[in-house]
Structure formats: C-alpha cells, structure tokens
C-alpha cells in the first residue's frame, strides 16, 4: 500500500501535492479531534474520573499525530522526519499554541497542579538533548534508547493515573450523569477517528518526501515547521477553546502533557521500532535544539512568575521565538 501510494503521488504536479499535503494535514486533525471526543466521552460512561482524562487520553490523543507520522517515518527509513516532526511539535506547542492562547487572553496557571510536570517537561528535552549528542552517542538516538523512554512513558502514565486519580477524588463535586449514547458506538467512532489518523499519516509522509525533493528542501525542515504544525492542530483547537471558555489551566496542562509525550512516546517508540536508531541530522545541533531549549525555558519561567500568569506580553516573546526559529529554518 505505501508503495502504491507513493508510486502514485509521485505523478502529481507539484501544486497538487500541497494541496494533497493540506488535506491529510485537515483529516489528521479531525481525526484526532474525532478520537479525543469519543475517548472522553466513553470515559464518561465507565466513569472514569475527569482529572484522569485530562491529564493521559486527552494528551495521548493530541499526540497521536505525531506518533502516527513519526513511527510510520522511521519504519519506512526517514529519521530526519521522524525526528524534524517530533522536536517541530515540541516548538510548535510551546511557542506557536501557546504564544497565541496567551495573546487570546492572559492565561492564569494552576502552580500546584503542573509543578511536577512542569519539570518534567524540562527534563524530557534535556534528555533528548543528551541522547543525541556526538560524544554521547554517536550522534544517532539507539534503539535501546527508545526502549528506555518507552519505559519511561509506562512509569509517567502510571504516575499521572495515580496522581489524578487521587486529586479526583478528594476534589471531585462532579454528579454529572454519562452521556446517554451507546458506548458500543462511542468505541466504534472512536476506532474511526484512529483510523483516519493513520490513513491520513501514510499519505502525508510520501506526499512529504516527494514535495521536498521537488523544491530542494531537506526533509528535516519541512517536518520541523509543515508537519509539525499540522500534527499540533489538536493542540492549538482543544488550547484555544479551553482559554476561550475561561480553562486556561487545561490548555496548559495539555500542552506540557504532550511536550513529554513528544519525547518519550513520538521519539520513544519511533526509536524503539527503529534497529539502526534515528541519526541526527547537523541542522539540529545548530537551529531546532537550542530553539527548543530556549523555548522550553522560557516557558518554564513565566509559569514561575508572581502572579502566576502567562500575560500577553510573555505569550508575544513565545511567538516571537517560534517565528525567529521558522525564520532560521527557512532562511539560515
């Protein structure tokens, strides 16, 4: 079936490929906005609590986009997107999504609630950093790395559902009753919308490949701004709803729920299913991990401000350092 596709895209004039890049990018986002629905919804109805929604299946969900792109990227020899889409949504989620949430309106954070992941937020780029570094490891991010951060995830989940769990039920006053739909349904959409993620992945990456060799752009760049945007929508829909409605601390959360996903589930199982492990391309020593780095900081020292709130002013600075970082890319 790839090489159908592929095969076939390659016979399209270079103006119908964005277009058909722009239409998996669309159906990829509706895709994962159809999983999320139906996730909390049936969650709803096996009663599971809220906290504990938010804080794994909502995250998990936006992040499957990019875990669809990046697995099928290395599976198919292509680190260079696999890792460009990976460290791109990083980028993209903190400086673009939140930059312009915070613009929308001043977001007021709930210290308390992300002190821990607020750090491990920080901890998950350093160790990516650190797994990719020449003197560390060659410059290539193993397969036995991959299968560390994949346990990783395992010992994060397991955290956050205890964590969760917990807050929910010493602060739940939540008596709603579950949504009256058939949860047999609710699994069958929810099914659906995985299957349009990965449908909509295994055209966009070829439709990639082949659009970059037609304009002379390396892969990693185009991974790093056009996918990795794409792949975000999830993000930047469920984080600008959320402060529109006044729950600015649940766009947030998610947004630094999915920076650590990128890391140890996008990278972790990417790697993991990778024997040679993903090489590391010059240009992200030089441009996308200290843009990352810069970012990711910053962030993490305006949630430490004072007043506790992510102001519009800060949220600027974050945009303004994911417009200079699309800059370099392009530019540099």
Do not use: C
């Not at 090489?3 to 399209?12: A, D, K, N, P």
């Not at 010493?170 to 993620?197: H, K, R, T």
């Not at 990278?267 to 990352?292: E, K, N, Q, R, W």
């Amino acid at each position: 079936m790839d090489q159908f596709i592929l095969e076939l895209i390659s016979t399209f004039p270079t103006f119908l490929l964005f277009v058909v890049i722009a239409i998996a990018l669309f159906t990829l986002s509706r895709g994962a906005d159809l999983l999320v629905d139906e996730a909390v919804a049936l969650s709803k109805r096996l009663h599971i609590p809220k906290a504990v929604i938010g804080a794994t299946v909502v995250s998990l969900g936006t992040t499957l986009p990019e875990v669809s792109v990046s697995v099928l990227a290395a599976v198919n020899g292509n680190p260079d997107l696999a890792l460009g889409n990976a460290v791109g949504s990083i980028i993209a989620d903190t400086g673009l999504i939140v930059g312009i949430t915070a613009l929308l309106r001043p977001i007021a954070i709930d210290f308390e609630a992300i002190r821990v992941q607020s750090w491990l937020q920080i901890l998950a780029g350093a160790l990516l950093i650190v797994f990719s570094l020449p003197f560390v490891s060659g410059g290539v991010i193993r397969q036995s790395m991959g299968i560390f951060m994949v346990g990783l995830l395992v010992l994060y989940l397991y955290w956050s559902f205890k964590n969760s769990k917990k807050a929910a039920v010493e602060n739940s006053n939540d008596s709603e009753e579950p949504e009256g739909a058939n949860p047999w349904m609710q699994f069958f959409l929810l099914l659906f919308g995985m299957a349009i993620v990965i449908l909509s992945s295994k055209v966009l990456i070829p439709t990639v490949e082949v659009a970059a060799t037609r304009v002379g752009i390396s892969q990693s760049i185009i991974a790093a701004t056009l996918v990795a945007f794409g792949t975000s929508l999830p993000e930047l829909t469920t984080s600008v709803k959320s402060v529109l409605k006044g729950h600015g601390d649940l766009a947030i959360g998610n947004i630094i729920g999915a920076d650590i996903l990128n890391v140890l589930f996008v990278l972790g199982v990417s790697t993991a299913v990778t024997p040679l492990g993903l090489t590391v391309p010059d240009a992200f020593y030089h441009i996308h991990f200290p843009a990352m780095a810069i970012i990711l900081i910053s962030f993490r020292t305006f949630t430490l401000n004072k007043d506790h709130t992510l102001n519009r002013k800060e949220g600027a600075l974050l945009l303004l350092f994911y417009l200079i970082y699309l800059g370099l890319n392009y530019f540099g």
